[in-house]
């Protein structure tokens, strides 16, 4: 059974950081890439940023110079290091793998910016 459950959300002032954290269980995540997702209320799901398997990372360019994607294969682990933080980036986020026909998401954590 895969699992992917997000950790680290919460309220933050405008300029704080927060890391949010995805630990995977059932899946390597070496074999993955690994996204990070959100989506703010009315608003459509949309890529932050992701890592492939051999590490390469892509961003949206509303997070690029703020937002650092990163993983730790023998955690099972993926990261998003938030800095920088703006109240247009509040909304829940969402880790996503994907392998070929594979795709698996997490329950989302919450990102709150506001003060």
């Known amino acids: 059974q895969v699992q992917l459950v997000e950790s680290g959300g919460g309220l933050v002032q405008p300029g704080g950081s927060l890391r949010l954290s995805c630990g995977a269980s059932?899946?390597?995540?070496?074999?993955?890439?690994m996204g990070w997702y959100r989506q703010a209320p009315g608003m459509q799901r949309e890529l932050v940023a992701y890592?492939?398997?051999?590490?390469?990372?892509n961003y949206v360019d509303s997070v690029k110079g703020r937002f650092t994607i990163s993983k730790d294969n023998a955690k099972n682990t993926v990261y998003l290091q938030m800095n920088n933080l703006k109240p247009e980036d509040t909304a829940v986020y969402y880790c996503?793998?994907?392998?070929?026909?594979?795709?698996?998401w997490g329950q989302g954590t919450q990102v709150t910016v506001s003060s």
């Open positions: 996503h793998a994907n392998w070929g026909s594979r795709a698996y």
């Open positions: 059932g899946i390597t995540i070496s074999l993955y890439v």
């Open positions: 890592i492939t398997s051999g590490g390469g990372t």
